[in-house]
């Protein structure tokens, strides 16, 4: 019986550990204004799904996302075969980033190729965003992207659907 | 087993039959219900602007909503500032559908 439970505990922790390297690998992300000097993020991901169910939930799925710098250059080489998100229940987000720069301070550059993304919000009040090679708050920045096939779906009442590729200082959701 | 064959038979020709369609709506992960409204946007996009015009931009599909809700897409889009860098952007396919 004890061994039987030490193998169960045992498969659990391995579990988690291969978890976490796989979120490791899959999100290369910097945010909450700690970056200092410059950054450089080089992420590929072959596919990526991030689904939330319940109200009030968020899905969202990341890659090569910087958010807050204290200056410095910014360089994010972000690629990405297949990318799904979804959230399902009222007043919920399903948020797909890719190769996105928010509060940056110096010199941007921004590579993002992305084949399939979907990200879709289904529930009274919510938001559906999709948002590839982005660089929020700041114009003074090189991006570069290109996509395969992108899709943006949103159902509801009081919904909003943004779609923001290869964007500068502008976001349709905000 | 002359049955059982005829029944394969009409498998495969069943199966090759529908391939078509799913063809039609791959990797736009949609229901038959709402590509139909994405070809109907299409359909619209080639009448205004021409059929080249159309290959040029390849395929880009926003579809508000009936409600309050906003349904917006930006591609290569800048706001105004003072020594904006360049921005370049190739897209096969976008599709932006908010009911």
Request: glycine share 16%; hydrophobic share 40%.
């Amino acid at each position: 019986m004890m061994r039987r439970k030490d193998g169960i505990v045992f498969r659990g922790v391995c579990g988690m550990i291969a978890m976490l390297g796989i979120a490791a690998v899959a999100f290369a992300q910097a945010q909450g204004g700690a970056v200092r000097g410059n950054t450089s993020i080089n992420a590929a991901v072959g596919a990526q799904t991030s689904i939330a169910v319940g109200a009030g939930n968020k899905a969202q799925s990341n890659v090569g996302v910087v958010k807050g710098s204290a200056g410095g250059k910014t360089d994010i080489n972000a690629v990405v075969g297949n990318q799904t998100t979804i959230a399902v229940g009222a007043g919920n987000k399903a948020q797909g980033n890719v190769g996105v720069a928010k509060n940056v301070g110096g010199n941007t550059q921004i590579n993002a190729a992305v084949g399939n993304m979907t990200t879709i919000a289904a529930g009274a009040g919510n938001t559906a965003k999709t948002n590839v090679g982005v660089v929020k708050d700041r114009s003074n920045a090189k991006v570069t992207v290109g996509v395969g096939s992108v899709t943006n779906v949103v159902g509801g009442a009081g919904q909003k659907g943004c779609i923001n590729i290869g964007t500068k200082g502008v976001d349709g959701c905000e | 087993m002359k049955y059982r064959k005829t029944g394969l038979v009409a498998f495969v020709l069943g199966a090759a039959l529908s391939m078509p369609a799913l063809a039609l709506n791959e990797g736009t992960h949609l229901q038959p219900r709402g590509q139909s409204k994405v070809n109907k946007a299409l359909a619209k996009g080639y009448l205004q602007s021409g059929a080249e015009s159309m290959q040029k931009q390849q395929t880009q599909v926003n579809i508000g909503s009936k409600r309050a809700g906003t349904c917006t897409m930006n591609v290569g889009a800048t706001q105004g500032g003072k020594d904006s860098k360049e921005t370049i952007v190739t897209a096969k396919e976008i599709i932006n559908v908010c009911k």
